[in-house]
């Protein structure tokens, strides 16, 4: 079994930064580190979407177009756990962001169906 706790969110103004964070736990040494991990996000009356995920043996990062070059998926292996540095950031990034982890193959990386483990979420709102 795999948690994810998330944490990093909270209110900015437009043009600011924030970092999340994802700390992938396992419930036995046997665990090991899930294929990929990465960062959706779900505005209020909109679809749940990819942004960014990290394939774990690879290192191999994916990002939504509307993020590239804003946002950065990073991982520390030592501390399992996977960042999402967001700057620069727009009122139309405020949503719930979560942190999901899946098998390194599969569906592409930006279908939710890819991820078997999703954390409860961390609120980013940017203010004009």
């Known amino acids: 079994q795999v948690q994810l706790m998330e944490s990093g969110g909270g209110s900015v103004q437009a043009g600011e930064s924030l970092r999340l964070s994802c700390t992938v736990a396992?419930?036995?040494?046997?665990?090991?580190?899930?294929?990929?991990v990465g960062w959706f996000r779900q505005a209020p009356a909109k679809e749940r979407e990819a942004i960014a995920t990290?394939?774990?043996?690879?290192?191999?990062?994916y990002y939504r177009d509307s993020v590239k070059g804003r946002f950065t998926i990073s991982r520390d292996s030592a501390k399992n756990t996977v960042y999402l540095q967001m700057n620069n950031l727009k009122p139309e990034d405020t949503a719930m962001y979560y942190c999901a982890a899946g098998k390194n193959w599969g569906p592409p990386w930006w279908q939710p169906a890819s991820y078997t483990y999703w954390g409860q979420g961390t609120q980013v709102t940017v203010s004009s």
């Open positions: 396992t419930d036995s040494e046997s665990t090991s580190m899930p294929g990929r």
């Open positions: 990290i394939f774990t043996i690879t290192n191999v990062p």
